[in-house]
């Protein structure tokens, strides 16, 4: 028997492919940047072939680095940013390019839906917010709109599905997307009467089987043993969304502790754990989103503030910009350095920043594609670096936002993600929460939760809790306990961070009013 697992993880910004042996050490990695296209009135595109083409060329790299991959591996996973619909027809050839997470085309149709009675019945259901980047919205702005592009198309795919369906032939879908776009996380299936709200009923037959990879495998084409160089007949497993598969990866599945877990990525996701149906907290304002699990009736529970370190990319390019002006050349490493520097100059909370900075907008825990990004309270007194801690607070007070739409605030916090290496979100982070923050020596959570999917299918493991036990718990790092001085000053300023969204919004579609004329 072989002795590799791979994860693949084909996210916003990179496509990587991940060997790992049984016990979950990491072996090696292979990664090529991700391409995608923004187009004028909110679309975000990526090219169906080009995203196959560079899964199977870093599977191909990671063949040069592993001896013998091939032979070795027990099993492919694959798992991808959700979200988007990627369309393809009955020959398996797309029909157009894949519309991602980012796409805000669908924003006015989303809010014209959840202003019907109706989407009560819809966000019980399926426990998400009904939001732009979901396929249930863009499917109604597609009707509308491009009703010829989806008389072509016989799938409706998201993008691992799409990688799968390349490494496989098998069109499919796995639970946790499956469920909370057009679904009921009740029954992990599909529900008609989510379906009949959307308005999309007649829409069903693109709808590929759900299929759970903690059950479910399909060998490798020879097509695509021939294009990635792995054995055809390779058990290929499809995992959860990226999401789920890096909260697994990074600890959320913990029955004792019951950590909250945080991915502060481009995007933000804010997780807690629901081990039945029944602790699924839903809000009055029907936003977020709630995530089948690779495990029997648990449930991830999210809220995702929609940009993250986008607004952190944003506030260091205006300082790098203005070097490379005076001809001085700065990498984005080499500002980040100097974060923690500025920050220790600066005072707490003198400022508030609303981090909408995405051009879609916000989605949690309040909907709003009008949203933008923003900062409250400047005066002549402030400099560069209270700028950069008040775009660190303000990450913070969006995830204390999005927890608190969940339940209570969680007393520990997994933290994932790139900027959870930089020790001044840490500190920030857990004074704003009143959590200890621990951070994993996992440096690739999504494609190991992916991997863990197929070790528990294939057979490798009885249960995922018990592959957590092994893959997981033992790289958890010690719990950074919360500043308490500073959780007494973000806990005075949270409510008026909250003040500052819900008056803005009036604010931001006015501005979005006069953008459009």
Not at 28 to 33: D, Q, R, V
Request: hydrophobic fraction near 45%; include cysteine.
């Amino acid at each position: 028997m072989g002795d590799v697992l791979i994860g693949i993880d084909a996210g916003t910004s990179i496509i990587k492919s991940i060997a790992f042996d049984t016990a979950g050490r990491q072996i090696a990695a292979a990664a090529l940047p991700n391409h995608y296209e923004t187009l004028p009135g909110g679309g975000a595109e990526q090219d169906l072939a080009r995203t196959w083409s560079d899964a199977a060329t870093t599977l191909r790299q990671l063949a040069d680095k592993v001896p013998d991959l091939a032979s070795r591996t027990v099993a492919i996973a694959v798992t991808g940013q959700g979200d988007g619909t990627w369309l393809i027809d009955g020959k398996g050839e797309p029909v157009a390019k894949g519309w991602l997470w980012l796409d805000a085309r669908a924003a006015a149709i989303v809010e014209e839906i959840r202003a019907r009675p109706q989407d009560r019945l819809r966000f019980e259901k399926t426990g998400s917010g009904l939001a732009a980047c979901q396929q249930g919205s863009q499917f109604v702005f597609m009707k509308r709109n491009m009703p010829e592009m989806l008389g072509k198309a016989a799938t409706a795919f998201h993008c691992k599905d799409w990688l799968y369906f390349k490494l496989t032939g098998e069109r499919a879908t796995d639970p946790s997307e499956g469920t909370f776009t057009f679904g009921d996380f009740h029954t992990r299936d599909y529900s008609d009467e989510v379906l009949d709200v959307l308005g999309v009923t007649d829409l069903r037959h693109l709808l590929p089987p759900i299929v759970d990879g903690t059950r479910h495998s399909t060998g490798l084409s020879q097509a695509a043993a021939d294009a990635t160089g792995m054995l055809a007949g390779t058990p290929v497993v499809l995992g959860y969304v990226d999401v789920v598969c890096t909260a697994l990866g990074a600890g959320l599945l913990d029955r004792e502790r019951k950590p909250g877990c945080s991915i502060i990525g481009s995007t933000g996701m804010h997780m807690r754990l629901a081990e039945t149906p029944d602790d699924v907290q839903l809000n009055e304002a029907a936003t977020g989103y709630t995530m089948a699990m690779p495990a029997p009736g648990v449930f991830a529970q999210m809220q995702s503030n929609m940009a993250a370190t986008l607004n952190i990319d944003w506030v260091l390019g205006l300082a790098s910009g203005i070097l490379a002006s005076q001809g001085i050349t700065r990498s984005n490493g080499e500002m980040i350095a100097l974060v923690d520097a500025w920050i220790a100059a600066s005072q707490p909370a003198s400022l508030l920043y609303q981090p909408y900075v995405s051009e879609a907008g916000e989605r949690g825990p309040f909907v709003d594609a009008n949203a933008r990004a923003g900062f409250v309270g400047i005066s002549s007194r402030h400099g560069y670096a209270d700028l950069v801690r008040a775009v660190f607070e303000g990450l913070a007070f969006a995830a204390r936002d999005c927890y608190a739409a969940m339940g209570p605030l969680p007393r520990e916090v997994r933290l994932t993600g790139g900027a959870a290496r930089s020790p001044a979100l840490r500190k920030i982070l857990g004074a704003a929460l009143g959590a200890d923050i621990r951070t994993s020596a996992r440096e690739e959570a999504g494609a190991a939760g992916a991997a863990m999917i197929a070790a528990v299918g294939v057979g490798l493991y009885p249960s995922m809790d018990a592959c957590v036990g092994e893959w997981v718990t033992p790289l958890l790092g010690d719990a950074e306990p919360s500043d308490r001085s500073l959780a007494a000053i973000y806990d005075k300023m949270t409510p008026s961070y909250m003040l500052a969204h819900q008056a803005l919004r009036p604010v931001w579609r006015a501005m979005a009013s006069v953008q459009a004329n």
